[in-house]
């Protein structure tokens, strides 16, 4: 009982998305439904009282009007069969674009731990599997539902054209056989219960085969999705050229078509032998009861032209009732695959959703503190951040330096909120940050992060973040970002195309350029504070120093945090911490850290041997240690 009440509460929570996706669909499926089981019943109907005047020899206008109405109703009939299709279909597709942009809604919306989390993907990765190589999910409920309608409007349809068979009685005894006998009706009754229980069992056995399929699947369709991904971006093709990657590609893509090769067909396979053994079954039902129509008809208990109508109404009966049950216990696997779809899109975080306003300061006066902050990853004991003390004051430059794994970047997500500290506190003018409205706080934030993303969109949107584009101050921003001197080759301006991916005219654009465009990203924000967590690692020594130095002029008094391999680009910086296995093992000025001989950051610098400037002629030279 609760596995059902389970079950229905899936399905009404799917149909209540359907009707929020796209109200129009639902009731188009409920019309569309009831239309094609009431359809075929209307030839039935016209015939057999076509053919009864005919084998009666009534030749007059009563027979005219039955053969205009059959005319017109098969016309009207085709003409809102298309009508409805038509009007459908695009519905069908406008449903599934907005399904799918709820999932993409909600991997942007969910909490930063889940975009990380394998388990999260493969279980994305399940959903789409689902709805791609078996249909379920929504896309079932998109479509069942008008069959669903269908076939159970078709029964109840059937139902009252049979009716008047099974109370007809016989005026002559032209058959042997008692074919007004109640026994007969209760044989009926107990084949289709038999048949409808075999029918059920075959379903089942099948659902479980088609569900195993598609579970064993997801891990590899998460795996395959990223593969076609990289195959279709064009800048994959260097790496796949220069290291000949083909065949390890092409084994991998082999053995995911191979995949899904093998779970189609044995999916196809299951749903053959269903299909076979259905037909089989409802067939030699359906010769029985023919057989019972004709002695009905020969024993005079029913007019001889009627024959066509009962005998239809008796073959849809017993071809819809299998599929009838085949949908509804469609509906009941389906359940699961909602089940995963419910539960992603669900799916509650651990962030704390504060509400307190960000105080809206003319001066931009924002202090940030670290206070005994540790982290540890979700799932993991292992801390990555220990007891880290930090405070950053208006106005500040704080370089943060330190060996790979250092936690240094992921100090920077918990700056970001993209993670909560495990233990301690981050302050923002001496309030928790959690405390604040998560947007909010954002909004005092301009991150260019080490892997940042430019878009296949024109210049100025990547710039912008948005579509709408300030031109003065993105031509601006990109000035100060060192983009100048390329900016002024583009014939369309802040209108041009990154890459080629929508537009054949886009550029290409280096490392370092895509880098500028990603600080000029930061720069436009205009937010009091700006943190760089190596957005340079493109750049050549020098052009990596001239763009911190001068980027630090356009900083000017907003609070800044950087954090540089090269250490040399971090001399300009107030204050710099030295991370060392999650902790902060030094921190001061760089001409105090250079002095400890027996320090970290001493070994780093020492280790890098040399910084890198212009001489008089331009020319770049080596500069010993001080």
Known sequence: MKRMYEIISLNRKGFALM??????????????????????????????????????????EQLRNWIIGALVSSFVSTVIANGLSHFRSPLYWRASSKKEMLLNKKVIEMDYEFVEDTTVHEKLSSIRMNEMTGGMGMHRLFDSSKHLVKHTTSIVVSILFLWSLFTSESTRQTVALNVDSGWISLSFVGIMAAYIASIILINQKVAKIVSSFLQK??????????????????????????????????????????????????????????????????????TLGYLWVLGKAFNGAIPAGTVIQYGGALSLFIMEFPQLLEQVTDFINNSEALKNLFEFLEMKGNRHEGTLPVEKRLDREYTLEARNVSFAYPGSDEYVLKNV??????????????????????????????????????????????????????????????????????????????????????????????????????????DTYLYKNYDESG???????????????????????????????????????????SFAEVVGNRTAIYISHRLSSCRFCDTIA???????????????????????YYELWNAQAQYYTKDEAGEVKEVALA
């Not at 796209?22 to 499926?29: D, M, R, S, T, V």
């Not at 060392?580 to 001061?588: F, L, P, S, V, Y």
Request: aromatic content about 12%.
């Open 389 to 494: 003390n930090l405070k950053l004051d208006i106005g500040e430059k704080l370089a943060i330096v330190g060996m790979n794994g250092s936690g240094k970047t992921t100090f920077i997500k918990l700056l970001c909120r993209l993670y909560d500290p495990t233990e301690g506190q981050i302050l923002l003018n001496g309030i928790d940050i959690r405390k604040y409205d998560y947007q909010e706080y954002l909004r005092l934030l301009s991150v260019v992060f080490q892997d940042f993303q430019l878009y296949s969109f024109q210049l100025g949107e990547n710039v912008a973040a948005s579509k709408e584009v300030q031109e003065g101050e993105a031509m601006d921003a990109l000035k100060k970002a060192g983009f100048s001197e390329r900016y002024h080759t583009l014939k369309e301006g802040l």
């Open 578 to 600: 030295v991370f060392d296995k999650g902790e902060i093992i030094q921190k001061g000025s760089h001409q105090e850290l250079v002095q400890e001989k027996d320090g970290k």
């Open 217 to 286: 699947g997801a891990t590899l369709n998460n795996a395959g999705g990223f593969f076609f991904q990289l195959m279709h971006n064009y800048n994959s093709g260097k790496e796949i050229r220069l290291y000949n990657q083909y065949p390890y590609l092409h084994r991998l893509l082999t053995h995911f078509n191979d995949f899904t090769k093998e779970t189609l067909m044995g999916i196809h396979k299951s749903t053959s032998r269903t299909t076979i053994l259905s037909n089989t079954l409802s067939y030699g039902i359906l």
């Open 507 to 549: 550029i290409e654009i280096s490392g370092g350029e895509a880098q500028k465009v990603a600080m000029a990203r930061a720069i436009y924000k205009q937010a009091p504070i700006v943190i760089l967590d190596e957005p340079t690692a493109a750049l050549d020594p020098l052009s990596e120093y001239e763009m911190y130095t």
């Open 19 to 60: 009707h929020q996706l796209e109200p129009k669909l639902f009731w188009a499926n409920i019309v569309q439904g009831i239309f094609e089981a009431v359809y075929p019943f209307i030839p039935f109907f016209f015939t057999s009282r076509i053919l009864s005047l005919l084998l009666n020899g009534t030749i007059n």
